[in-house]
């Protein structure tokens, strides 16, 4: 960032674990963040879980052959889901969850004490939550050249008939250690909307490994997204204009 005359940065976007945003606060400038898109993101995750329980593509393959199949599928209530990061996304996630009956667990470094899940776990303790969970969810920041928080031990872990969804950062996944992991049945599917490297590789095995469920980092592309945006400037618009504290305003730490 080179501009010498920025004094605030309104980003678009819930995620801030880019270097460019903290040399934003370092220069001196104001930065604020939107969480407008957890809506769709949570929505995404919803359909994702719904869709492998109810074995969906079965009805639509049965309905292509013109054929009267049924057959029975798991429910959401009742299920154990571990989120890990409670932001405003994984909050959103938690609370569409336990609408549909789902045990939720959270995870997060500053717990607040007010997030909307049934019990909570240190990140230190994740390794002894993973075995009850049958839903876990990445909503949390990735940190530049961190080691993935997925690894061949924590999808060890994982428990039969788990599922793994990732909506928050590719780098946060070890690609390797989840295919051999899903070779091997455990975690039993792995929904990825954010991969290592996108866009994703054409020879990358994860297009075609028969547990894994791709898109292409579109979970939060809810229309609606835009106008929330709009609502959330003009509001802080008026704000910087009057001296008043501006909405998602974020700080050195």
């Known amino acids: 960032m080179r501009s010498e005359t920025v004094r605030w940065f309104s980003v678009p976007a819930a995620g801030l674990d880019h270097p460019v945003f903290t040399m934003v606060l370092q220069r001196g400038a104001r930065l604020t963040n939107a969480h407008v898109t957890d809506i769709p993101i949570s929505?995404?995750?919803?359909?994702?879980?719904?869709?492998?329980y109810q074995r969906a593509g079965l009805w639509r393959d049965a309905q292509a052959r013109s054929t009267w199949d049924r057959h029975d599928f798991r429910e959401v209530a009742g299920s154990r889901w571990l989120i890990v990061g409670l932001g405003a996304i994984g909050q959103a996630i938690a609370t569409r969850a336990r609408a549909f009956g789902?045990?939720?667990?959270?995870?997060?470094?500053?717990?607040?004490?007010?997030?909307?899940?049934?019990?909570?776990?240190?990140?230190?303790?994740?390794?002894?939550?993973?075995?009850?969970?049958?839903?876990?969810?990445?909503?949390?920041?990735?940190?530049?050249?961190?080691?993935?928080?997925?690894?061949?031990?924590?999808?060890?872990?994982?428990?039969?008939?788990?599922?793994?969804?990732?909506?928050?950062?590719?780098?946060?996944?070890?690609e390797v250690a989840l295919v051999a992991a899903l070779d091997r049945g455990r975690p039993e599917i792995a929904v990825l909307d954010v991969m290592v490297t996108e866009p994703l590789p054409s020879d990358s095995p994860l297009w075609t490994h028969p547990r894994v469920v791709l898109s292409p980092h579109n979970s939060a592309g809810g229309r609606h997204r835009y106008d929330r945006y709009d609502d959330l400037l003009v509001n802080n618009l008026g704000r910087y204009a009057r001296g008043e504290p501006l909405l998602n305003e974020m700080f050195l730490t």
């Open 43 to 52: 929505e995404y995750v919803l359909r994702a879980v719904l869709d492998h």
């Open 102 to 174: 789902a045990h939720v667990t959270g995870c997060r470094r500053h717990p607040t004490g007010d997030e909307p899940i049934d019990a909570y776990v240190a990140p230190t303790d994740l390794l002894a939550v993973l075995p009850e969970a049958d839903v876990v969810v990445l909503s949390l920041p990735g940190e530049i050249g961190a080691r993935p928080l997925v690894d061949a031990t924590f999808l060890a872990a994982m428990a039969d008939g788990s599922l793994l969804i990732n909506i928050a950062r590719g780098s946060l996944v070890d």
